[in-house]
């Protein structure tokens, strides 16, 4: 015959705590002998699937770049990131990333001036001697009828989006190749292989930065893995209210993502696994099907 849960308590939890006088009847015991006695402690640093790591963020400063720049320092790596306008965001999110128990750097860097992304490398370089993740974050995004596109944003669409990470993996690669193994990671978009008709540059932009992922992987492997992710509609400033409401109907998960889901994307490419290359995720809450 089975014994009671209250005899089975008597017999071998502790003392049962008397309660406290003027006690009511919804009385909260100290301790019910199945819950620890309190909350588990985090994980040493060292701990952290990115100890002892570095990586770099383009265009950390705010919104998806800030995310993941906050997420790569939550998985133990030292974190730098580089801002290009948003000067006191910059300071925010160095501050968010050292409260993370993570060394920060906020460096400011133009990725369509070479110049300033040498000086960038050689500050890192002696900041810190080593880069393990660089994440291509940084890009711009305008609409446009097709007709009417200026010759001028198309090319500095195409220099931003598509040169630009052209440039800082190049810039990157001493470092990189002495990383085991060196990941780098692209920001795409669902406009890689969905048809926008008034994001034309962008769409061609962040075409050409898929295919680039799967050239460089090739050109790369072993030492180096390439991959991307690549946002749906994600919540933030980008898109009129009205329009991130009417899309939100037709995605299958009837919302908008959120920064740190792209960022937990970038985090799998960062310290998943070593085998994976030249990948394309895309984080769009099914949209893609719609
Ligand atoms: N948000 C979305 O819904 C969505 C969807 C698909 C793909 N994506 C991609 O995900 C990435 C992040 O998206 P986001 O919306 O967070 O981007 P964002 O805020 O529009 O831009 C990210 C950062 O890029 C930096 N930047 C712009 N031009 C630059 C240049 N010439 N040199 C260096 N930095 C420059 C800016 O830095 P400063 O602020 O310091 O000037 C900006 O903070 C982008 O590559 C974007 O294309 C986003």
Redesign the pocket.
Known sequence: MGKSASSLGRANGPAPVAPPPNAGARHTPLYDGNMPARAPAAPPRAALPLAGKTALV??G?????RAIALELAAAGADVAF??????A??ARTLREIEQRGARGLALR????RLAQIRRVFARLTRAWGRLDVLVN?????EASGFAQLPLADWRRMLE??LT?PFLVSQAALPLLQRARPGRIIH?????ATQAFPHHAH?CAA?AGLDHLTRVMAKALAPGIQVNAV?????A?D??PAAWERKLARTTPMRR?GH?AE?ARAVLFFAAGPEFITGQSLLVDGGLILA
């Not at 860097?109 to 369509?112: A, G, K, L, N």
């Not at 690549?230 to 994600?234: E, F, L, R, T």
Request: hydrophobic share 40%; no cysteine; aromatic share 6%.
């Open positions: 383009t265009g400063a705010q919104r998806i770049g580089t801002w290009l306008t948003s000067q965001a910059a860097m133009d990725v369509t974050n940084a890009g711009i995004y931003v989006n630009g920001l795409t978009s669902l406009g962008y962040k690549a946002p749906g509609m994600i933030g980008r898109a908008p920064a792209v």
